[in-house]
Every structure is written in structure tokens, then in C-alpha cells.
């Protein structure tokens, strides 16, 4: 006897069948996971500023994902240009810094040690600092505090 | 006098249960979130970002640091939908 199975109980994971326009140009997707991500998220908006806001002031005008979709290839060929360069130079110490990050829920605060040595590498390579926008001038930025009032717990 | 052995009996129990207990629990997160400790405070952020994750490395706490995704990542994307009227 056949049951009717809805198509949201699938176990094969889906697979959109419609394919893109032969008019649009195919970048491939950034394979990146969270962690390494966020260990990267300051290094990407330093290298990758300008598309990025070329991105957001696009879809501030208007929001249908069909308006911005150049934009968005600049962006994520951005990226990906960053990422190998990153593994390419300072690969030792960005797998650091993301796995302490897994590890510690991906907190930056308890994982200020690879950081540093993953920022003086980036520096040195590529030229890159992590600044964080919106910081108030007159205070160091928290990354830069030598004793810092919140550290994770010691282990 | 003879040390009353006995009245630690409690004592031991006690400790043998809360340190079962607790070494069972810690293996069986550990078992789930591929040997790390599990997230915590997850908001829909997160949640989003495990979900790519889980469609990137097939594990949700699974990581890479690939710059090209793999192949079908591009169209694995699911939006559930609702009717509106």
C-alpha cells in the first residue's frame, strides 16, 4: 500500500530543479563554514569594503534579490580571493583561531590569544587590521585591551 | 576502636551517582556536537549558520574552510513557504 509522504520528510537534501539563466555569469558559492567566517569577518571587511558597501547601499534601495545580483557576485569573488590568500599566508594560525572559536562557543572574547598572533600574521602578510567600526575613539578597541575585565573561564 | 567503614558507604554512592550521571551526559554532548562542548545561547543567527553548515559539511558543528563550495550547495537552499489566503 503507498503512502503519501509530504515533501518536507525527505532525507535526500533538495535540489533546486529550475536552473539559473543562461545570462547570468556563474560564480561559484564561498564553501566557508561559520567558525572560520567569523574568524575572518574583520579581514574580509577591511580587503573587502568597497564591494560590500556597494552591496548594502544597492539593496538599501531596493530589496528583490534580482536588483543586486551583480553586486553580490563581486562580493562573494571578494571573499573567496581573501580566503585562499588567508590560507595561502597565515593558514597555521587561522585554524587556530577558528577552532578555539568552536570550541568556546564562537565567543571572541575567550579566544583572545590565537587572535592576537592571527592579527599580527595578517598584518605582516597582507597588510590587514581588525578594526572594529563604531568604536569610540578616546578607549582602546576591546581587542587591544592587554587585561581585560571578561575572559572566559580558566580550563 | 575500629574506623565505622560503614557510615563513608553514603558517601561513595553519592559520588559514584553524580559522577556517572555527570560523565554520561558530558560524553553524550560530546557524542552529538562532534567531540566539542554544544552551542549555547543560539539566536536565529546561529541557527542559520549551522544550518549552512549542515548543508555545506553535512554535520551541523561540522567545519571548512574551502573557498569554492561544493557541488549542490548552490541550489540546496529550502525557504518554507505559507499560504496567504
Not at chain 1, 569573488?77 to 578555539?100: G, P, V, Y
Amino acid at each position: 500500500m503507498s503512502t503519501f509522504h509530504d515533501g518536507s520528510t525527505s532525507t535526500h537534501p533538495y535540489k533546486e530543479p529550475s536552473p539559473l539563466p543562461s545570462s547570468i555569469p556563474k560564480v561559484d558559492e564561498l564553501g566557508t563554514t561559520s567558525a572560520p567566517l567569523k574568524s575572518a569577518a574583520f579581514f574580509i571587511g577591511a580587503y573587502c569594503k568597497d564591494y560590500n558597501e556597494d552591496f548594502m547601499l544597492c539593496k538599501a534601495e531596493n530589496r528583490d534579490p534580482a536588483h543586486c545580483l551583480k553586486e553580490g557576485r563581486r562580493v562573494t569573488r571578494c571573499a573567496q580571493d581573501l580566503i585562499t590568500k588567508m590560507r595561502e599566508n597565515c593558514l597555521k594560525q587561522f585554524d587556530e583561531h577558528w577552532s578555539c572559536l568552536e570550541a568556546n562557543n564562537q565567543e571572541y572574547y575567550r579566544c583572545r590569544k590565537p587572535e592576537r598572533t592571527l592579527n599580527k600574521c595578517m598584518f605582516e602578510k597582507l597588510g590587514l587590521t581588525k578594526t572594529i567600526p563604531g568604536s569610540p575613539p578616546s578607549q582602546k578597541p576591546i581587542h587591544e585591551v592587554e587585561k581585560p575585565v571578561f575572559t572566559g573561564v580558566q580550563k | 576502636m575500629p574506623v565505622p567503614w560503614e557510615a563513608l558507604i553514603p558517601f561513595g554512592l553519592l559520588t559514584a551517582m553524580f559522577g556517572t550521571a555527570g560523565t554520561l551526559m558530558n560524553v553524550s554532548k560530546r557524542g552529538q556536537n562532534l567531540g566539542k562542548s554544544p552551542r549555547y545561547h543560539v539566536d536565529p543567527w546561529d541557527e542559520m549558520m549551522m544550518e549552512r553548515d549542515k548543508r555545506l559539511t553535512g554535520h551541523i558543528r561540522g567545519q571548512s574552510t574551502e573557498p569554492i563550495a561544493p557541488e549542490g550547495f548552490a541550489t540546496s537552499s529550502v525557504w518554507y513557504t505559507q499560504k496567504t489566503n
